[in-house]
């Protein structure tokens, strides 16, 4: 009787060992999807995206009306840009202060599938450059980490977007910002908390916080400080 109960009690814990050894290689193998896979892919889909968009603006101009107003006048009727293509890329961001080489698409929607091939614009926000509240979201991790150093991020730390056409230099105003992700407010035209006085050319940025959870968001505002036509070549934030 002994003998019994020990061999049984001997199979639990071997089969239990088992079972937790499985356990912690699927854990495995799900975390390295998480942390490797979804990132090659992203990263495979978002230089497709910005390829795309460089070849388009190649072979000739860009369908959005080349006038781009300076960041003190507003757009007229006929020189405003058409609406963006849902789940389509439309312009390249780029931040120095996350890397020299840190270079994302933006397309338009914040759906999860556009998300995972860049950056996602508010489809109900201003257009680029436009007076208004151009907003973007990006994943904080998985699918390429696009704003895993978003924290990073202080004022005067420069934005600049291209369409093709123009390059907009934005300048972030805040330290990144925490809030809860029902606070739309943040993306209004005049965002609240923001510190901007009345209507302008505003940027914000969102991403999830903390790091690899979504309780939270984190926020960057930035205003329009320059544009520059891109036949003049790349802006200094971009050189210096």
């Not at 208004?132 to 979201?137: D, E, I, L, M, P």
């Not at 105003?173 to 809030?179: E, G, I, M």
Request: charged share 20%; hydrophobic share 35%; glycine share 12%.
């Amino acid at each position: 009787m002994t003998l019994r109960g020990g061999t049984t009690v001997r199979w639990i814990v071997r089969t239990l060992s088992e079972i937790c050894v499985t356990v912690g290689a699927l854990i495995v193998l799900f975390v390295t999807y998480l942390l490797f896979w979804t990132g090659v892919r992203a990263d495979s889909a978002m230089d497709g995206e910005i390829g795309r968009l460089q070849q388009q603006w190649s072979t000739g101009p860009v369908a959005a009306p080349g006038s781009t107003p300076a960041p003190d006048g507003d757009a007229t009727p006929a020189a405003r840009p058409r609406r963006y293509t849902p789940g389509a890329s439309f312009a390249v961001m780029y931040i120095p202060r996350l890397g020299a080489d840190w270079t994302k698409p933006v397309l338009e929607g914040t759906a999860t599938d556009v998300l995972q091939r860049g950056l996602g614009h508010y489809a109900r926000t201003a257009r680029l450059g436009e007076i208004g509240n151009f907003s973007v979201a990006g994943h904080r991790r998985t699918y390429g980490d696009p704003f895993k150093d978003f924290p990073r991020l202080r004022p005067g730390d420069a934005v600049v977007l291209s369409d093709g056409t123009t390059w907009f230099t934005y300048r972030i105003d805040n330290r990144p910002y925490t809030t809860l992700p029902g606070d739309i407010g943040v993306i209004d035209p005049v965002p609240r908390k923001s510190g901007f006085n009345g209507p302008g050319r505003y940027l914000t940025l969102t991403t999830c916080e903390p790091e690899w959870g979504h309780s939270h968001r984190l926020i960057a505002w930035a205003h329009l400080d320059s544009t520059q036509p891109v036949a003049q070549g790349r802006p200094s934030a971009l050189t210096s």
